[in-house]
């Protein structure tokens, strides 16, 4: 059976979208556990998306980054050229 062609993106590494969390915070001079207070999102779930392992992402956790990094959502994720 041929997988369907979502399914190559399961893997880690081939999402083909970058986060630009680390970039960021380190341009605003903000931590990691800084933005976790500001958002209310746990550090666990904030380093997953800043090690693009995460799979999903709810749109008012999104708004909720960007609006405390003052920041688009273009700037925070980027896509990746496939390999």
Request: charged share 30%.
């Amino acid at each position: 059976m041929r997988p369907t062609p979502a399914a190559r993106y399961r893997r880690p590494g081939l999402v083909g979208v970058h986060c630009r969390l680390d970039e960021l915070l380190a341009a605003r001079g903000m931590t990691l556990r800084e933005l976790s207070e500001r958002v209310g999102v746990s550090i666990v779930n904030l380093s997953v998306l800043k090690n693009d392992r995460a799979r999903a992402i709810r749109f008012s956790t999104l708004v909720a980054i960007c609006d405390a990094l003052d920041c688009e959502i273009g700037e925070l994720l980027v896509r990746n050229p496939r390999k």
